[in-house]
């Protein structure tokens, strides 16, 4: 890629290319698949749509695979804002919306799916055209019970597609690599370690229920003040549950929310959100704004009017699982996109790249 091409590419995305980005771009054009490792918020996501502006205008398609239902209504809305509802698609378990548009965005298991249909040498209907298709999340591959969607995704797809894997957590990547190059067709690895916005991490201990503590004190060594605490078993349980409230509280404080509070357990998120639906971390006009936003929602999924949680939702906080309603979730997460969901309790349903602009994460 000579200067010129990288300035047109610039200046379409509208920034400055960074150089993880340019390599994974040159790979592109070079006729490769990609598997792409870079932090979260270092700009994967561009390389994936340099694959869609290049399909447009031309007769070739791309499909976006997604391992949440979730992640793919987002990235439809996305790509529809930026390339217009005729050339964008969604399919999910549940959706088919324009399914033979040029930009077509699906769940990893519907795309495995399609495969299922396709003689391998021979492409069907539904992949005629198809130039690239993006893994996003490609880390699923390690998941015990969905990893072999991935596995089958990458085996059972045509050769002349191109495949961009993207991720930001894969272990073993260079082991990845070799191996989409070996069953699929030629493959090249593109590494960062840049991020963005550095981390910094707390610790919070329910026994010192008024402080968060660095974790880390300068050079990197555990903070000397952090004491291991051994509480008895009877009363550790309670301790804890206890806490989430008070720990809300102090981080609305410290202005360090919106927050993702992570919990394993459904029941714990939902209970979550009714201890601290107590919590005044709203002003005046966000509580206005929420308001508009729901009632504007509603209108056009009246159901949602009689939601339980409806209630304390109004309140900042919010729970987010597979237990709940598809439609509830998106309003969750459009709530929390626009700052007014300043806590929200999530299962893993938030951990696959969803866009929720948190300050912390518990």
């Known amino acids: ?21 340019i390599e994974a771009i040159e790979h592109i054009n070079a006729g490769k698949s990609v598997v792409v490792c870079a932090p979260t918020g270092a700009g994967k996501t561009a390389i994936a749509e340099y694959a869609v502006k290049k399909v447009l205008g031309t007769d070739k398609r791309i499909f976006y695979t997604t391992p949440l239902k979730a992640l793919s209504n987002q990235k439809f809305n996305d790509f529809k804002k930026s390339y217009g509802e005729n050339k964008v698609g969604l399919l999910t378990g549940d959706t088919s919306i324009n399914r033979d548009a040029q930009i077509v ?21 539904n992949l005629r055209n198809v130039q690239y298709v993006v893994l996003d999340e490609v880390h699923y591959m390690n998941d015990e019970q969905r990893g072999t969607v991935w596995e089958e995704s990458i085996i059972y797809s045509p050769n002349n597609i191109q495949l961009i894997a993207l991720s930001a957590t894969i272990a073993n990547a260079d082991k990845l690599t070799e191996w989409i190059n070996t069953v699929h067709g030629d493959t090249a690895l593109v590494n960062s370690d840049f991020r963005p916005v550095p981390l910094k991490h707390f610790y919070y201990s329910p026994s010192k229920p008024n402080e968060i503590l660095p974790l880390f004190a300068p050079g990197g060594r555990l903070n000397s003040k952090i004491r291991a605490e051994s509480p008895k078993p009877k009363f550790a349980r309670k301790v804890r549950e206890a806490s989430v409230s008070e720990l809300v509280e102090i981080l609305h404080k410290k202005d360090m929310l919106p927050a993702i509070y992570f919990t394993f357990s459904r029941k714990k998120c939902d209970d979550n959100m009714i201890e601290c639906s107590r919590l005044r971390l709203l002003n005046k006009f966000e509580e206005k704004r929420l308001l508009q936003i729901i009632d504007e929602y509603i209108l056009d999924y009246p159901y949602l009017g009689k939601h339980k949680y409806l209630e304390y939702i109004y309140s900042g906080v919010a729970s987010h699982h597979a237990g709940l309603l598809p439609g509830w979730k998106v309003l969750i997460e459009k709530l929390f996109q626009h700052g007014l969901i300043k806590a929200v309790f999530a299962t893993e349903t938030l951990a696959a790249g969803i866009n929720m602009p948190a300050r912390s994460t518990v």
């Open 105 to 125: 965005v699906m769940t990893t298991e519907v795309f495995r799916n399609m495969l299922y249909g396709t003689n391998l040498g021979r492409i069907e209907e």
């Open 1 to 21: 890629m000579n200067e010129h091409e990288l300035k047109q590419i610039e200046k379409d995305f509208g920034f400055q290319l960074d150089d993880f980005q």
